[in-house]
C-alpha cells in the first residue's frame, strides 16, 4: 500500500459529531507518552499530520484524518479514515476531565459502525502495565476488534523488547483465549510501518466486500 494523501478533516467532542461512516475506519490508542502521533506520523509518511508533544495527555478531542491509499493490485485507489484518539491513564488532569474522555472514548468505540479495527499501542520499553490490560479487557467486553502495535522499538535493546513483548502476550493468555495480531514498531525507522499498512489494505478489501454484499 502507497499512501498518496493524508489530510486532516475534523476533531469532535462526541462519536455523532464524526464524519460520515462511509468507509473503512482505523483507531489508534494507548497511555499517554506512548507514541502515537509519531506512530501515526510515521505511517502517513506526514511528519506533522498528528501533532507530538512531550507533554501527555494534549490529545483531547476524536481526531479524523482523511486517507487515499494505492495498491499494487491493478493500482486500486481506497478511501478510509485514520482516526487519533485521546490517550488513557493518565492522571494528571481533573477526574471530570479524565470521566469524560473515558466516556467519549467508550461511545466513540462501542457505537461508531464502520471502526474496523484499534491499534492499542503499547510501550516496548517497559514490563505489562495494568491499565494497559485493563483497557483491553473493556474492548473484550465490548466486542470491539483490535490488534497490539508495540511502540519505540528503537529505544531499547532487542533482547528487552522481545522479553516485554513476550511478557505482555503472556499476561493477556491469563485471561484471553485467543491473543490479537502483534506489530513491533519504531516511529524513528519506520519499523513495522509497512506491515500495518498490509494489514489495513487486507482489512480495506474485507470491508468492500461487506458493502457490496449488503
Known sequence: MNITSATYVISSADYLQCPKADRPEYAFIGRSNVGKSSL???????????????????????????????????????????????????????????????QMIEHYLRKRENLVNVFVLIDSRHSPQKNDLEFLSNLGKWQVPFTLAFTKADKEKPTVVQRNVKAFLDAMRETWQFLPQSFVTSAEKNVGRDEILTFIENCNNEFGKERVEI
Not at 481526531?63 to 487515499?68: D, L, P, Q, R, T
Not at 492522571?91 to 473515558?102: F, I, P, V, Y
Open 40 to 102: 501515526i506520523n510515521s505511517i502517513t509518511q506526514r511528519q506533522k499530520l498528528a501533532k507530538t508533544s512531550a507533554a501527555p495527555g494534549k490529545t483531547q478531542l476524536i481526531n479524523h484524518f482523511a486517507i487515499e491509499s494505492s495498491s499494487g493490485q491493478k493500482g486500486l485507489k481506497d478511501k478510509w479514515y485514520l482516526v487519533d484518539l485521546p490517550g488513557y491513564g493518565y492522571a494528571k488532569r481533573s477526574l471530570t476531565d479524565r470521566r469524560r474522555w473515558e
